[in-house]
C-alpha cells in the first residue's frame, strides 16, 4: 500500500471567480427558465392547457349556436365564449404543484438551494416564471377560443364582439385567473411537497369543494361560496357568469389574489425554515 | 478551507451530528469516514446551508455557504447522484446550474468532456445509469472550478475503472491546491485517497489524524515469533533495538522486519519454528473503531444464509 505523500499547497483565491456583483435576482430567474422548459412536462401541459382551453371552447360553441340562437336558450352566448378555461384550470394547478414538488421527489431541491442558497429568491423566480408564462400562454388560449368559438355564434348571428360588455376582461382574466391558479398550487405543493397530495387537495378545493358549496344553506353559505378560491377567481374568467350569486369579477379576482399571497407568504415561511 | 466547530444536529430526541469540531484544510484531501448513518451526510448538508444546524456552526473559506454571492464557484459538491430530475438532459442540468452562478455557458461542455458524457450530453439523466449518474454529480461540482470540492460517497455505483478515476481526480485537484473532502464508508477506498482522516460513529468524532498516523496506530504490524529458545532471541532481538513483547509462548516484534529477525537468529545459530508477519488490516482497525457506533447492524447467521442458497 502506498501512503500518498502530502501534497504541495498552491494559493488559490477563494474568491477568484467571484465578480464584484452578486449573481442577481436576473441569474436566478434565468436557471429557473432554463429549468421549466427543460423538462417535458411543461410543453405537454402548456399544449393541454391551449388543446383544452381553445379547443373546448370552440366546441361547445360550434354544439351550442344553433340553441343559442333559437327562443328555448336561458344562456347568454357571452357565457360560452371562454367554456374552456375552466378544463384548461387543470393543468394550471399540475404546472403549479409541479414546479416544487417534482423538485422535492427527485431531491433536486437540493441542488437547487445549494445553488442559491437564498430561498427568497428562488421562490419568486419560480412564481414569476410560471405565472408569467400562465398569463402569456393563457391570455392566448383564451383569445384562440373566442375566435374559434365566436366563427360558429357568427353563423347563427348571435356573435360576440370584442367590445361588448366583459369580453375583453374575460379574456385577459382567463390569463390572470390562471396564473393565479397556478402560484396557489405551487404555495400547497411547497406546503405538502409531494405530487399528488398537493393536486389532490388543490383539484378537490376547486373543482369539488367548490362546487359543492353552492348546497350550502343561508347567508354564510352563500358567503363560504362566494369567497372559495375557484368561485372567488373563476368569474373575472366569464364576460356574463354561469352563476349569479358570486362576486363581482374584479373584487372576486381581489379575494383571489389575497389568497393565494396569504399561502404564498406562509408557504414561504415554511420554505425558510424547513431543511432541505 | 472548511471549519467546523461545535457543530450539532438533532432530530427530534435523536441526535444525528453531536458537538463536532474539526477543519479541513486546503491542498491536501481529507476523507471523513464512518458507517452508515453515523451523520457524514448530514454535516455536509450543514456545510452547503442546505439544513439548520441546531448548534454551532460550519464555514468554508471563512463565511456560511449561505453567505456566498456566487457558491457554486467557491463549493463544489457531488450531494447525491440523484439530485436531479430524470427527464431533463444531462447538458440542461448543468445549464441551469451555470445560469444561476453566472458561469460561462462554455464550460458546460468542458465540464461534461471531463467527466467523458459529452456523448450523452443530450439524453434525460432517468436513463443514466448510476455510474453515469455519479459522473453527472462530479460534473455539476466541478462546474464553478471551485477550491472548495466536497463529494459524499463519490465512487458509490462506480465501477473499477470509475473509482479509480475519482481517486485520481481527487489527488490531482488537492495538487492543484484545493480543499477536498470526501465522505466514504469504505476504508480501503480512503486508504488511497486521503491525506487526512476525519473518523465519525454515532454523530461523534472517533479520529482526527493524518492517514500515516491512522494507519501507524490502528493498523501496527509485527512479527511473530517462536522459538525453543525463547528467552535467548528475545535478548537477542532486544539488543537489536526491537521492541519484543512476549505473548504466551511466543514473541511479537517490532521495529525489525522478518527477513532481519531471521538472519539475526541464523547468525546465532538458534532456532526458529515461527516467523509470521502479522498485520492487521485498516479494515480492521476502522471496524474495531466503529463498531461500537454502527447504527444498524446485521446480526451474523451465516449457517442460515448458507441454507438459503
Known sequence: MTVTTESRTVELDPHRFVPGTRP?????LRAEWIKFWSVRSTTWSTVMLFVLGAGLTALI????????????????????????????????VVLGALMVTAEYGTGMIRATLAATPRRGPVLAAKGLVLA??????????????????????????IGVALSDEGVVRALFGSG?????????????????RHTAAALSVVLALVFVVGNMAFLLPGTWGDWVTKVLPGNAGGVVTQA??????????????AVFAAEVLTLLTIGYLVFQRRDA | MISVSGLTKKYGDKVAVDDISFTVAT????????????????????????????????????????????????VGALLEAKALHPGRSARDHLRWLAASNRIPTSRVDEVLELVGLEAVAGTRVGKFSLGMGQRLGIAVALLGDPPVVVLDEPVNGLDPEGIRWVRTL???????????????????????????????????????????????????????VRSPQHAQVADLLRGAGAD??????????????????????????????????????????????????????????????????
Open chain 2, 27 to 74: 491542498g491536501r484531501v481529507t476523507g471523513f469516514l464512518g458507517p452508515n448513518g453515523a451523520g457524514k451526510s448530514t454535516t455536509m448538508r450543514m456545510a452547503l446551508g442546505l439544513d439548520r444546524p441546531t448548534a454551532g456552526s460550519v464555514t468554508v473559506n471563512g463565511r456560511r455557504y449561505q453567505d456566498s454571492p456566487a457558491p457554486l464557484r467557491e
Open chain 1, 132 to 157: 408569467g408564462t400562465l398569463v402569456v400562454v393563457g391570455t392566448a388560449t383564451a383569445f384562440a377560443g373566442y375566435l374559434a368559438g365566436n366563427w360558429f355564434l357568427d353563423r347563427e348571428g
Open chain 2, 170 to 224: 481527487a489527488r490531482q485537484l488537492a495538487a492543484e491546491g484545493r480543499t477536498v473532502f470526501i465522505s466514504s464508508h469504505l476504508m480501503s477506498e480512503m486508504a488511497l485517497t486521503a491525506d487526512h482522516l476525519v473518523v465519525i460513529g454515532r454523530g461523534k468524532i472517533l479520529a482526527d489524524c493524518s492517514m500515516r498516523d491512522f494507519i501507524a496506530d490502528h493498523a501496527a504490524s509485527y512479527v511473530q
Open chain 1, 24 to 28: 442577481g435576482f436576473s441569474s436566478t
Open chain 2, 244 to 309: 519484543v513483547t512476549p505473548v504466551d509462548d511466543t514473541l511479537h516484534v517490532s521495529g525489525l522486519d522478518a527477513s532481519a529477525v531471521g538472519e539475526l537468529v541464523g547468525d546465532k545459530g538458534l532456532y526458529l519454528h515461527e516467523l509470521t508477519l502479522v498485520r492487521s488490516s485498516l479494515e480492521d482497525a476502522f471496524m474495531t473503531l466503529t463498531s461500537a457506533s454502527v447504527e444498524y447492524s446485521a446480526r451474523a447467521r451465516t449457517d442460515q444464509a448458507g441454507a438459503l442458497r
Open chain 1, 176 to 192: 390572470l385567473y390562471l396564473a393565479g391558479l397556478g402560484l396557489f398550487a405551487m404555495a400547497v405543493g411547497l406546503l405538502l
Open chain 1, 61 to 92: 360553441c360550434a354544439a351550442s349556436a344553433g340553441w343559442l340562437a333559437s327562443a328555448d336558450a336561458d344562456e347568454s352566448p357571452l357565457s360560452f365564449v371562454t367554456w374552456g378555461m375552466m378544463f384548461a384550470q387543470i393543468t394550471a
Open chain 1, 240 to 253: 356574463v357568469p354561469f352563476e349569479g350569486q358570486l362576486l363581482s369579477p374584479w373584487t372576486g379576482f
